[in-house]
């Protein structure tokens, strides 16, 4: 599965030169990923009353070329891999069917006190759910 989210580069996230910040990325990887969660068939929010957390555990952002102020991007987020305890999301930030940039992030699922959580085991339905949003090919 693949969401799509819309994002407009807003003139907050440029600087001088009127190009987007590399810090907004990691910003716009997370509508992305938290609309991709929703589109899955949960609130992220739904989750974190689960008990379940998903912490940050690698971010990687390459870029390709600059978004500019009022640019529309697409950010295209994938779910690329799945463990019991891991997701990992892959993302593609393009302008007019351009890839600008591409990314992944890692995260782990875990209690709120920090403790790895096997979904698997502990919330079949969840796993399920991401088993069947995950990217296969």
């Not at 693949?2 to 716009?28: F, L, N």
Request: hydrophobic share 40%.
């Amino acid at each position: 599965m693949e969401h799509i989210s819309k994002i407009v580069v807003r003139y907050a996230e440029t600087d001088q030169m009127g190009i987007a910040h590399h810090s907004c990325y990691p910003v716009w990887f997370e509508v992305a990923r938290t609309e991709f969660i929703k589109a899955a068939g949960i609130s992220y929010t739904e989750v974190e009353e689960m008990g379940i957390i998903l912490p940050l555990t690698f971010l990687e952002c390459r870029y390709k070329t600059a978004a500019l102020y009022e640019d529309e991007l697409e950010i295209h987020a994938k779910l690329t891999k799945l463990t019991p305890v891991r997701l990992e999301f892959s993302y593609e930030v393009t302008r007019d069917g351009e890839v600008i940039a591409t990314g992944k992030t890692g995260h782990g699922m875990v209690s709120k006190d920090l403790k790895p959580l096997n979904v698997k085991k502990e919330h079949p339905d969840l796993y399920r759910m991401f088993e069947d949003a995950l990217e296969t090919a």
